[in-house]
Structures are given as structure tokens and as C-alpha cells.
Nanobody, 119 residues
Framework: AQVLVESGGGSVQAGGSLRLSCAASPLFYYCMGWFRQAPGKEREGVATIDKDSTTTYVDSVKGRFTISRDNAKKTLYLQMDSLKPEDTGMYYC???????????????WGQGTQVTVSS
């Protein structure tokens, strides 16, 4: 079975930075993505990246977050700068055959890593 393991979450003050990582095994699919879910809210897409490193971002993180992937290491990253309290939530790594912000399109998910941003 496909396994995704996230790491790098934590608690920071507004304006701070965090770098999330996601190790994939055994396969590194065409599309990798990050989603997040705040308490009481639906899971939303944050960023995706395909095998050719074409990226997409939700408008609220553009200019602050950077998604990247290392195909040799089968690892996905999310560099998060200028963090805001509204970025707080559980961040999930996912993988699939095509990139979309529709969470139902993805079959495999990690267990999540918590990001908390205080004001």
C-alpha cells in the first residue's frame, strides 16, 4: 500500500516560517499535493505540484508558500513563510494521478501534521 508520512509541523508566531516534508513509499505519483483542515472547516487544497514541477496554489497562500518535490528522494516539501493565524490547521500530504484541489480525487493521504500560528 502507498504510505505518506508528513513531518515538520509545529507552533509559531505570526510572521514565522515552517517547512513541511512528506515522504512517499513505495511510489511517487504524478501529482503531489498539500491540503489543510481547520477545526470545523472542510479540507481545502493548499498547493499541488506535478512531475514536471508545474505548481498551483490557493490564492490565500500565493507569494508565501512554496511547494517542491525531490523525485529521487520521493519527498514532497512545503515551505511556509509569513505565516498567519488563519494558516492554522492540520496539513495533509496526498498523491494522485492528476492535480486538482478536489480532495475526493485523491486516494492516498498521510496522517497529517499540525500547524499552529499564534497572533
Amino acid at each position: 500500500a502507498q504510505v505518506l508520512v508528513e513531518s515538520g509541523g509545529g507552533s509559531v508566531q505570526a510572521g514565522g516560517s515552517l517547512r513541511l516534508s512528506c515522504a512517499a513509499s513505495p511510489l511517487f505519483y504524478y501529482c503531489m499535493g498539500w491540503f489543510r483542515q481547520a477545526p470545523g472547516k472542510e479540507r481545502e487544497g493548499v498547493a499541488t505540484i506535478d512531475k514536471d514541477s508545474t505548481t498551483t496554489y490557493v490564492d490565500s497562500v500565493k507569494g508565501r508558500f512554496t511547494i517542491s518535490r525531490d523525485n529521487a528522494k520521493k519527498t514532497l516539501y512545503l515551505q511556509m513563510d509569513s505565516l498567519k493565524p488563519e494558516d492554522t490547521g492540520m496539513y495533509y500530504c496526498t498523491t494522485g494521478s492528476y492535480c486538482t484541489f478536489n480532495s475526493s480525487a485523491y486516494r492516498y493521504w498521510g496522517q497529517g501534521t499540525q500547524v499552529t500560528v499564534s497572533s
